[in-house]
């Protein structure tokens, strides 16, 4: 059964950083692509960064390009989504999903359930 289960999130002013953790587990995490999305009150859910370190790509959203940067641990099957300058536009809740190909960051699919998310909030 695959499971992932995020962290990392918090409350922190505008300009600040954070960096968000997802802890996989039941599966071989080597062979997919890994994925950040975020979902804002009253808004849908938006895929956000991706990663796929068998083919050493990565993507972004344009909202979050040259902010965040994404990155893996194979070797504790934990990928990552450092967050820096962070703006109040940024609030969401947070998830990490296996996705089908770290493509176009706006037609990530995801592949797995979403887990409990985390939630950042960016006060200004």
């Known amino acids: 059964e695959v499971q992932l289960v995020e962290s990392g999130g918090g409350l922190v002013q505008a300009g600040g950083s954070l960096r968000l953790s997802c802890a996989a587990s039941g599966f071989t995490f080597d062979d997919y692509a890994m994925g950040w999305f975020r979902q804002a009150p009253g808004k849908e859910r938006e895929g956000v960064s991706c990663i796929s370190s068998s083919v050493g790509s990565t993507n972004y959203a344009d909202s979050v390009k040259g902010r965040f940067t994404i990155s893996s641990d194979n070797a504790k099957n934990t990928v990552y989504l450092q967050m820096n300058t962070l703006k109040p536009e940024d609030t969401a809740v947070y998830y990490c999903?296996?996705?089908?190909?770290?493509?176009?960051?706006?037609?990530?699919?995801?592949?797995?359930?979403w887990g409990q998310g985390t939630q950042v909030t960016v006060s200004s």
């Open positions: 999903a296996v996705v089908e190909v770290c493509s176009a960051v706006a037609f990530l699919t995801a592949l797995s359930s």
